[in-house]
């Protein structure tokens, strides 16, 4: 089955500094990325995602990219704010995301003010 | 508000007791899953219905887990004698299949605590 792999487990950064978040599949089939945000409390939001026929996808100050070769993909949050703050998944799966989602065990993000 | 609601949001139970969990995803979506989230991990896939019909079960999913579907809208995750290994984080998604999309949507869970 799929194993997706994420790092950092945490990240501190300082408001107005980028934040990047990496992981790695196991499944060379997976052709879906999805990167959810999850607030305490919360349940898991979708916040951008990325099919493996693009490279790169960008959505204001969030942006996906993927390396199928190497089998990773990474988060990039630019101009990070307080608001950021929160634990990030990213999970990966087969057929365009109509298989069952495998995720990473999460990223704790906190930015500072 | 993703507009997948899930009910009760806190459950604290003891061992042994029987415990039922009831999702409502956002209504046009045919698809509907259940996760599993312990503290510091992903979600784990459970099971998933498409309509009615329960499609795909996980290995974690063990014979004191059992879910419904009825008319293909809400759905209920039962566990039957919970253990202290059942305290977790219970998630519900949904989607709508179609060409090309299939974006999950969760709710807010309902975490289960068994004394």
């Known amino acids: 089955g799929e194993n997706v792999e994420q790092h950092p487990s945490t990240l501190s950064v300082q408001e107005g500094d980028s934040a990047v978040i990496k992981c790695t599949y196991s499944?060379?089939?997976?052709?879906?990325f999805p990167w959810y945000k999850q607030e305490l409390g919360k349940g898991p939001q979708l916040i951008i995602d990325?099919?493996?026929?693009?490279g790169e996808k960008k959505d204001q100050r969030i942006a996906v990219t993927l390396n199928k070769t190497a089998k990773h993909f990474s988060l990039h949050i630019t101009e990070t704010q307080p608001e950021d703050s929160a634990v990030y998944f990213c999970?990966?799966?087969?057929?365009?995301?109509?298989?069952?989602?495998?995720f990473g065990k999460g990223t704790m993000l906190l930015v500072s003010p | 508000d993703t507009g997948v609601s899930q009910d009760p949001r806190h459950k604290i139970t003891k061992r042994g007791q029987n415990v039922t969990f009831r999702c409502d995803p956002i209504?046009?979506?045919?698809?509907l899953y259940w996760y599993r989230q312990t503290l510091g991990q992903g979600p784990e896939f459970l099971t998933y219905?498409?309509?009615?019909?329960?499609?795909?079960k996980s290995r974690l999913l063990s014979d004191r887990f059992s879910a419904e579907r009825p008319k293909g809208s809400f759905s209920t995750l039962e566990i039957q004698r919970t253990e202290q290994g059942d305290s977790a984080m219970y998630l519900c998604?949904?989607?709508?299949?179609?060409?090309?999309?299939?974006?999950?949507?969760f709710g807010p869970g309902t975490r289960l605590t068994v004394l």
């Open positions: 998604a949904s989607s709508l299949v179609s060409s090309g999309h299939n974006e999950q949507f």
């Open positions: 499944d060379s089939a997976s052709n879906y």
């Open positions: 990325i099919r493996s026929n693009v």
């Open positions: 999970a990966a799966s087969e057929n365009s995301g109509y298989s069952t989602l495998t």
């Open positions: 209504s046009e979506h045919n698809r």
């Open positions: 219905f498409q309509n009615e019909a329960q499609l795909e």
